[in-house]
């Protein structure tokens, strides 16, 4: 005999249907929820591509649901129009007839692809990673991967919190968050958990990043170091090399 850890329902002598891992119960305010359960109904709308939810932190330490989305190219574009608060209202607002109030996520994260190790798993700890961030993923238009260098179609949200308190008249990019966003790309591009580095060098900042426009981000890896550059059709805003 082997104990497994599935929730069946059956159907008949013969006949059973999964209902998602016990492991992804949780317990929040007395109520058990299933983690399979929202991220099905979720992954039904026709603007979700691939979701994946946890129980996180939430205000005063109380236990909340967050969910990592990916779009579908629908989905994007309703992004781009209506941006990240309206949207999510809608998601929250579309599977709240059918989960208990306490199942429906309180905090949502849009992302382009969700966080996978080398052995094309999903780990737990990405996804709360990406739910604690306040540093919304820009939405991605495209992405072309070579073997040693990526490029990156993004625009960035108005309403992302890092456009806020820069230059109250003037929303910019800050430099810092262009680095940030380096390193988070560089991930996918080298297949890796989070980068540490030494320095930077070669910067270079030639350019306004402002909200709403598309900006490409080129990487390429060589010896120990990513070089970076945004840059559009237009100008180039940005460029330099990190040395990991």
Avoid: M
């Amino acid at each position: 005999e082997f104990t497994l850890q599935d929730r069946v329902q059956f159907s008949g002598p013969r006949h059973f249907v999964l209902l998602g891992r016990l492991d992804r119960l949780v317990k929040i305010e007395e109520k058990r929820v299933s983690l399979p359960e929202i991220e099905a109904r979720l992954a039904a709308l026709d603007v979700v591509s691939q979701c994946r939810t946890a129980a996180v932190a939430g205000k005063h330490g109380r236990l909340i649901i967050g969910a990592v989305i990916v779009l579908s190219p629908a989905g994007r574009q309703q992004l781009l129009a209506q941006g990240k608060a309206q949207l999510a209202a809608q998601l929250k607002a579309a599977v709240a007839a059918a989960l208990d109030p306490v199942a429906v996520p309180r905090r949502i994260r849009f992302v382009s692809e969700l966080p996978c190790n080398s052995q094309g798993k999903i780990l737990a700890a990405d996804i709360a990673r990406i739910l604690a961030s306040n540093l919304p993923e820009p939405v991605v238009l495209a992405a072309k991967f070579r073997e040693n260098s990526a490029e990156f179609s993004l625009v960035f949200l108005p309403a992302a919190v890092y456009f806020d308190g820069h230059f109250p008249a003037l929303k910019i990019l800050p430099a810092v968050i262009q680095i940030y966003f380096v390193q988070y790309f560089a991930r996918r591009l080298l297949k890796t958990a989070p980068l540490s580095f030494k320095y930077l060098k070669k910067l270079k900042f030639t350019g306004l990043i402002r909200p709403d426009i598309q900006v490409n981000l080129a990487l390429t890896v060589s010896a120990g170091s990513i070089k970076f550059r945004y840059f559009n059709a237009e100008k180039i805003f940005s460029s330099g090399e990190i040395e990991l």
